[in-house]
């Protein structure tokens, strides 16, 4: 076979063409050629078995000279031919009930359109997390499986916790991209361990190197839409300095739409993966004043969430997303109900969804945008459109009463309603970094009890999809109830192009995908055929749920996701209640069968644990801040001196200093020009919480050059320490801190000295306890983003220094610990 062209191909390939089982992976074996082979315009598929394919062995003539010589070029590696662009598209913190799509009341067209032109996927399941549910859907396994069983905030050192993507499991970029797709990614990442997102690396776990070849976007769980921390494949970006009015939601979509734009004009017949999962819906919610007003008008959420949800639910059957016989889940106890709030509450939880709907209806244009970009380049009709409306379910991480400041709920810090309205006018602008209260939560996930965090119910693992593909899927507007999984894209996806799942990738043998198509589903005749996905398990912070064959075990909740609590969790085995639902006939989870049927119970609790085995799930564990605090690996790791000069900028928290619940020392030794200075000498954080240590701007030349230090609790309370204007020549300045602790969140006194002399005391009642705002960054020199001052000291960024940093030091003290 190999002296012949295809049998030349395939043994230069170094693959036989095997007999497989599946038309996927058959189409792909029937290896396709254009051109004649050794031509420069010579194309080829490859059976994609092992990735990258072996270098094709050189089929010219090298004699001594070029004029008694054949040159050859290897063909370019494409895709199957009618292998489709794939637009990949996932919204952040969305619930099933929160789009038109699907019942909701916030106008959500471009997602209306992927539904009208093909199917509407209403069985379809999250992890209940954000990153867990991101790492299933670039892989096609599960959560655990890949070392995402929580967000690698809380990474442990455990195989399904680790937070690191293993090389056995690669993903669809790597897998489109080296059979022949351009790759890339837009928007939210958080698949990269927290302790590797410094500009140290290793960029292995970074989109680009996952496989995408271009990535505009942020690596963490959050980000500020108007000083976002911003990645270009791995350099930091800052757009918006010096363009207010700047958003990440319209520039990611630019961003995209000229990609696409651009792959058109040069590469007209390279199929493209777009990976498109904009940080909305999660807080903080920052829509465009002109989407505020436009949704504020509308007046969607004056009759409160209790009303609210019945219009979704009625929606819902109206529109057949959920069966007639379906009932609407309970209010749980622990919610208030809208008529028992007082006006205030009213006023400022509508102000808070009416945001949040901005946020969701702007997002939804946007995504519009990038859709119609597809048709207006002709692609449309090659194009599958996967469209989810959110990672796990609405966030109830707001608390009861929301909050102007996302990092007060993750440092435990509840802000009552009356201060609230300090910040009413300014909601969802760059002033804030708000988060809707959890009752709203709820009424986002109906028909569905629970929220995001919860794995064990749908209203945490529930996500509208849409899926269209013009000319492939034509049950327009069809509904889809087969039960599915986020780990189900990836395999629907290697089929519809006609790639199979690698044996290899790098040499390193691939581990089976865990996930089956949906393509089965596609066609009318089988709009009702039986789900071929018919065991999933569900884990998430020790809450777990098992789906078999229409049947769900759960537990019950043994924690308020709303409720930041630090008391002991029970045990993660003995300590919870289990309940166990018929889905076949009770898609909302409504009736609790366990009393009734323990013997069923007991087969699916089994049938947990068997899952749970196979993939990493165990060892169970349902710490959260112990679990935020555990010691991982991180370039800081050990160290207490920490030594700067010059500038330095953009350095995530896993890479800078800790000065959260211990004593420390800062020595900054600066030199000042005959003209004075001002500016930033080192910060992190800003706007939302953090510290700086500052020669002060001044105002109208009066107050500048001062030593300034500047603790920011949160946004809620600054303290300041002033020294005097800095005269020419070098200097010393030294703020040394003494925490009140043992214990988090202590406050402390600090004193700032500058030449040896003490000039200024002050103490703060509290610390920020468990984090600084994870999209703000330590800086030396200047400060990124936002500022940590207010009204007082006030500068705008990115406030460079204007002297000479000689030696920035930091010393950090132990932890204190208590005294026995």
Same mark, same amino acid.
């Given at each position: 076979m190999c002296h012949t062209l295809y049998g030349h191909i395939a043994c230069a390939l170094g693959v036989a063409l095997l007999s497989l089982a599946s038309s996927s992976a058959a189409r792909a074996a029937e290896i396709e050629t254009t051109g004649t082979i050794g031509s420069p315009e010579a194309t080829t598929t490859i059976t994609g078995e092992q990735l990258p394919p072996p270098s094709l062995n050189f089929g010219g003539v090298i004699g001594e000279k070029a004029s008694d010589s054949r040159p050859w070029w290897a063909p370019r590696i494409v895709p199957p031919k009618g292998a489709p662009n794939v637009l990949l598209i996932m919204t952040d913190d969305q619930g099933f009930g929160a789009p038109s799509t699907f019942g909701g009341v916030i106008p959500t067209p471009a997602m209306d359109r992927i539904a009208n032109d093909g199917l509407r996927f209403t069985n379809f399941h999250s992890t209940s997390l954000c990153s867990p549910s991101r790492a299933a859907l670039i892989t096609g396994r599960n959560h655990h499986s890949v070392g995402f069983g929580v967000v690698g905030e809380i990474a442990t050192g455990y195989p399904g916790y680790d937070s690191i993507i293993p090389i056995e499991k690669g993903t669809i970029g790597t897998i489109l991209k080296e059979n022949g797709y351009a790759t890339s990614w837009f928007g939210k990442n958080h698949n990269t361990p927290s302790y590797q997102s410094s500009q140290a690396g290793p960029f292995n776990q970074w989109p680009t190197g996952m496989g995408f070849d271009y990535f505009y976007g942020f690596v963490g769980g959050d980000a500020s839409q108007?000083?976002?921390?911003?990645?270009?494949?791995?350099?930091?970006?800052?757009?918006?300095?010096?363009?207010?009015?700047?958003? /990440?939601?319209?520039?990611?979509?630019? $961003?995209?739409?000229?990609?696409?734009?651009?792959?058109?004009?040069?590469?007209?017949?390279?199929?493209?993966?777009?990976?498109?999962? +904009?940080?909305?819906?999660?807080?903080?919610?920052?829509?465009? +004043?002109?989407?505020?007003?436009?949704?504020?008008?509308?007046?969607?959420?004056?009759?409160?969430?209790?009303?609210?949800?019945?219009?979704?639910?009625?929606?819902?059957?109206?529109?057949?997303?959920?069966?007639?016989? !379906? &009932?609407?889940?309970?209010?749980?106890? =622990?919610? +208030? %109900?809208?008529?028992?709030?007082?006006? $205030? $509450?009213?006023?400022?939880?509508?102000? %808070?969804?009416?945001?949040? *709907?901005?946020?969701?209806?702007?997002?939804?244009?946007?995504?519009?945008?990038?859709?119609?970009?597809?048709?207006?380049?002709?692609?449309?009709?090659?194009?599958?459109?996967?469209?989810? =409306?959110?990672?796990?379910?609405?966030? !109830?991480? =707001?608390?009861?009463?929301?909050? +102007?400041?996302?990092?007060?709920?993750?440092?435990?810090?509840?802000?009552?309603?009356?201060?609230?309205?300090?910040?009413?006018?300014?909601?969802?602008?760059?002033?804030?970094?708000?988060?809707?209260?959890?009752?709203?939560?709820w009424a986002m996930d109906t028909p569905f009890k629970w929220m995001k965090q919860v794995p064990s119910h749908f209203g945490g693992t529930a996500q509208g999809m849409v899926m269209s593909w013009p000319g492939h899927i034509t049950d327009a507007g069809g509904i889809r109830r087969q039960f599915h999984h986020f780990i189900d894209v990836v395999p629907t996806i290697l089929e519809a192009a006609g790639i199979p799942s690698p044996d290899g990738i790098n040499g390193i043998e691939q581990q089976p995908i865990e996930g089956v198509s949906m393509m089965y589903a596609w066609d009318k005749a089988k709009a009702d055929a039986p789900t071929r996905h018919t065991t999933q398990y569900f884990e998430m912070l020790g809450n777990r749920a098992v789906y078999h064959d229409g049947w769900v075990a759960a537990t019950t909740p043994a924690t308020l996701p709303w409720e930041l609590s630090t008391k002991t969790p029970p045990d993660v085995i003995t300590g919870y209640n289990w309940e166990l639902y018929n889905v076949d006939e009770d898609p909302t989870q409504f009736n609790d069968l366990a009393? &009734?049927?323990?013997?069923?119970?007991?087969?699916?609790?089994?049938?947990?644990?068997?899952?749970?085995?196979?993939?990493?799930?165990?060892? /169970?564990?349902?710490?959260?801040?112990?679990?935020?605090?555990?010691?991982?690996?991180?370039?800081? !790791? *050990?160290?207490? $001196?920490?030594?700067?000069?010059?500038?330095? @900028?953009?350095?995530?928290?896993?890479? !800078?200093?800790?000065? /959260?619940?211990? @004593?420390?020392?800062?020595?900054?030794?600066?030199?000042?020009?005959?003209?004075?200075?001002?500016?930033?000498?080192?910060?992190?954080?800003?706007?939302?919480? *953090?510290?700086?240590?500052?020669?002060?701007?001044?105002?109208?030349?009066?107050?500048?050059?001062?030593?300034?230090?500047?603790?920011?609790?949160?946004?809620? &309370?600054?303290?300041?320490?002033?020294?005097?204007?800095?005269?020419p020549g070098k200097h010393t300045i030294v703020f040394d801190f003494k925490s009140d602790g043992p214990g988090i969140g202590k406050g402390g006194t600090g004193i700032l000295s500058v030449d040896g002399k003490e000039v200024a005391k002050n103490s703060i009642e509290h610390g920020i306890p468990v984090t600084f705002p994870e999209d703000e960054t330590f800086d030396v020199g200047l400060d990124t983003r936002t500022g940590v001052a207010l009204l007082e000291y006030r500068y705008e960024p990115p406030f460079k220094f204007t002297g000479k940093i000689d030696k920035l030091t930091f010393l950090l003290k132990p932890e204190a610990t208590a005294t026995p």
């Open positions: 108007w000083q976002p921390n911003l990645f270009r494949n791995t350099t930091p970006i800052y757009p918006f300095e010096g363009n207010p009015g700047w958003n /990440l939601e319209t520039a990611m979509a630019d $961003e995209a739409i000229q990609y696409i734009k651009q792959l058109k004009e040069l590469a007209p017949d390279k199929p493209w993966l777009v990976y498109y999962v +904009p940080g909305a819906t999660h807080a903080p919610h920052h829509p465009t +004043p002109e989407w505020i007003k436009k949704i504020s008008d509308m007046h969607l959420f004056d009759d409160g969430w209790n009303k609210v949800r019945d219009k979704i639910f009625a929606n819902q059957k109206r529109l057949g997303i959920i069966p007639e016989n !379906a &009932k609407l889940t309970p209010w749980p106890e =622990g919610l +208030p %109900q809208w008529d028992s709030l007082g006006f $205030e $509450e009213k006023k400022l939880f509508t102000r %808070q969804a009416d945001i949040y *709907g901005a946020y969701l209806a702007y997002a939804d244009h946007e995504i519009g945008r990038v859709i119609q970009a597809v048709e207006d380049v002709g692609e449309l009709n090659n194009t599958l459109i996967i469209y989810i =409306g959110g990672d796990n379910g609405a966030s !109830a991480e =707001g608390m009861l009463n929301g909050t +102007p400041n996302e990092f007060t709920t993750f440092n435990g810090v509840a802000v009552p309603v009356k201060d609230q309205f300090l910040w009413y006018p300014f909601w969802g602008s760059e002033r804030t970094f708000p988060h809707y209260a959890a009752g709203w939560a009393s &009734k049927m323990p013997d069923k119970l007991r087969e699916m609790q089994d049938l947990f644990y068997a899952e749970a085995k196979k993939y990493n799930v165990l060892p /169970l564990d349902n710490s959260t801040l112990a679990r935020w605090n555990t010691p991982r690996p991180s370039l800081t !790791a *050990g160290r207490t $001196e920490f030594v700067y000069t010059g500038g330095l @900028s953009g350095v995530p928290a896993s890479a !800078a200093p800790s000065t /959260l619940n211990k @004593s420390y020392t800062i020595t900054a030794d600066v030199e000042i020009p005959e003209d004075g200075a001002e500016g930033m000498i080192v910060t992190h954080g800003g706007r939302f919480g *953090g510290y700086g240590l500052f020669l002060s701007k001044g105002d109208f030349g009066v107050g500048r050059g001062k030593v300034v230090f500047l603790y920011n609790l949160l946004d809620l &309370k600054r303290t300041t320490w002033e020294g005097p204007e800095l005269e």
